[in-house]
C-alpha cells in the first residue's frame, strides 16, 4: 500500500508562484511514476503534469505548460510541482498521484489535495 501526502498550497495573487509538495509512503518499489491533476469548481478533475522515475520524462497540460515544472526526489519520495505565473484560473484542488510502472495507464494511489487559490 502507498500513501500520498500533499502540502504547500495557499492563497496567491495573480502572477505570484507557489511550490506544492508530495510525499510518498509505504511499498514504493521503483519505478513508479507520479504525476499531478486538478479540480476547480464546477468542473472535471483534469491532468496537470507528470514525471518518470528517472525524472527524464515530463508531460504537461497545455493550460500550464511553460509556467509550471514538475520534478522529484526519488530519496525522498516525493514529488513537487513549481508553479508559476499563476492565474485566478489556476484555482483549484490539487492531487497528487501514484501509479506502478513508466507506462501510461489509470492511476494506483491518490493523494486527499491541497487547496490553490489565485486572487485577481
Known amino acids: 500500500q502507498v500513501q500520498l501526502v500533499e502540502s504547500g498550497g495557499g492563497l496567491v495573487q495573480a502572477g505570484g508562484s507557489l511550490r506544492l509538495s508530495c510525499a510518498a509512503s509505504?511499498?514504493?518499489?521503483?519505478?513508479?511514476?507520479m504525476g499531478w491533476f486538478r479540480q476547480a469548481p464546477g468542473k472535471e478533475r483534469e491532468f496537470a503534469a507528470a514525471?518518470?522515475?528517472?525524472?527524464?520524462?515530463?508531460y504537461y497540460a497545455d493550460s500550464v505548460k511553460d509556467r509550471f515544472t514538475i520534478s522529484r526526489d526519488n530519496a525522498k519520495n516525493t514529488v513537487y510541482l513549481q508553479m508559476n505565473s499563476l492565474k485566478p484560473e489556476d484555482t483549484a484542488l490539487y492531487y497528487c498521484?501514484?501509479?506502478?510502472?513508466?507506462?501510461?495507464?489509470?492511476?494506483?494511489?491518490w493523494g486527499q489535495g491541497t487547496q490553490v487559490t489565485v486572487s485577481s
Open positions: 509505504g511499498r514504493t518499489f521503483s519505478p513508479y511514476t
Open positions: 514525471i518518470s522515475w528517472s525524472g527524464g520524462t515530463t
Open positions: 498521484a501514484f501509479r506502478w510502472g513508466n507506462h501510461a495507464r489509470a492511476y494506483d494511489y
